[in-house]
């Protein structure tokens, strides 16, 4: 028995393509739809990253035991003064934004009894 070997070459042949009106609105579509994504997951980032940025704030406490501003000190918050009743005394309270955004709406209430003074030493006429 004899074995015939053929070869056979294979050879690009040339094809036609024909797109419709059909074939290009689906590929401008699909182009829009990337666009759309890309764009959603770009905007929705920058709000997350805006999310995550928030005000806060710290307190920072001086008091004077005998109400002289030149002896204001540091009042850490494990320290209760023993003032008597006619003591005069002076504390100042400073709000310091110790987040990473300012507040865009902040509203501060400081409630002190009608015993006590409340001043504004900083000059800008506000709680005077």
Known sequence: MRAVIH??????????????VWDWLLYVLTGLTALA??????????????????????????????????????????HAPEISLTQPFLVVAAIQNTGDKAGDDTLINFVVPDCLVFRDFGGDGWLS
Not at 37 to 43: D, E, F, L, Q, Y
Not at 47 to 71: K, M, T
Request: without cysteine; glycine residues 4%.
């Open 37 to 78: 994504a890309i764009t959603a997951v770009v905007a929705f980032l920058a709000w997350a990253l805006e999310r995550r940025r928030r005000p806060e704030v710290g307190f920072l406490w001086r008091f004077s035991p005998d109400g002289d501003p030149a002896n204001l000190a540091d009042w850490p918050a494990d």
């Open 7 to 20: 070869l056979v070459m294979l050879r690009a042949t040339p094809v036609t393509v024909v797109r419709d």
